[in-house]
């Protein structure tokens, strides 16, 4: 079984630039939600998106935005990129809506420079 | 004050002892907690999660809660040189289960 899935692994980008993002999650899994991790630091919540609606989002900057698709893979997107956009991005999966028993993708290594 | 409060360690523990990671919340809403590993350039693994007062064990680690001191806390037994990793304390509400709050994390040093 394919787990979480993630593209691409590594990424590098201009101050200024877009970046597009993509997963996919577990099969049979319909929660994608996307996470932020700074270096030394936990995971931040940035969104969650359950068949295919935003169902939860954090503290994060309208320069931030997601999408589900049909199939349940998803794609974040952010605009205007600054420094401190670098992190590692994470993807996790779940079965439904509630956050019971989350898994992660292996992320995808930002660095904006 | 952080949601979730972990010590950063680094947590030196000797081969086969009992490593012992704890965690703090402040939420008392929050329903579920979750212990990942992550290794250094990983992605966090889910290894325990625990919903009700008392201890879960499964195989060689053990999750305590305790919801009126808001405590969590993971015992690793026998600890192995591949338990050395950073231990991220999770939780999250009913309020809001889409959204899991994370420590800082954890680092863990097994000793040969």
């Known amino acids: 079984d394919a787990g979480v899935t993630q593209s691409p692994t590594h990424l590098i980008k201009t101050r200024g630039q877009h970046v597009t993002l993509r997963c996919s999650p577990i099969?049979?899994?319909?929660?994608v939600s996307w996470y932020q991790q700074v270096l030394g630091q936990g995971p931040q919540f940035i969104f969650q998106?359950?068949?295919?609606?935003?169902?939860g989002r954090g503290n994060f900057p309208d320069r931030f935005s997601a999408r589900q698709f049909p199939n349940y893979s998803s794609e974040l997107n952010v605009n205007a990129l600054l420094l401190g956009d670098s992190a590692l991005y994470l993807c996790?999966?779940?079965?439904?809506?509630?956050?019971?028993?989350?898994?992660f993708g292996q992320g995808t290594r930002l660095t904006v420079v | 004050q952080k949601e979730v409060e972990q010590n950063s360690g680094p947590l030196s523990v000797p081969e086969g002892a009992i490593a012992s990671l704890n965690c703090t919340y402040s939420?008392?809403?929050?329903?579920?907690f979750f212990w990942y590993r992550q290794y250094s350039g990983k992605s966090p693994e889910l290894i325990m999660f625990?919903?009700?007062?008392g201890d879960k064990e499964d195989g060689r680690f053990t999750a305590q809660l305790n919801k009126a001191s808001q405590y969590v806390s993971l015992l690793i037994r026998d600890s192995q040189p591949s338990d050395s990793a950073t231990y991220l304390c999770?939780?999250?509400?009913?309020?809001?289960?889409?959204?899991?709050?994370f420590g800082s994390g954890t680092r863990l040093s097994i000793r040969p």
């Open positions: 998106y359950y068949e295919k609606e935003e169902r």
């Open positions: 996790a999966s779940s079965l439904g809506q509630g956050a019971s028993e989350a898994f």
């Open positions: 939420d008392r809403g929050s329903q579920s």
């Open positions: 999770a939780a999250s509400g009913y309020s809001s289960a889409s959204k899991i709050i």
């Open positions: 625990i919903y009700s007062n």
């Open positions: 099969s049979g899994h319909k929660s």
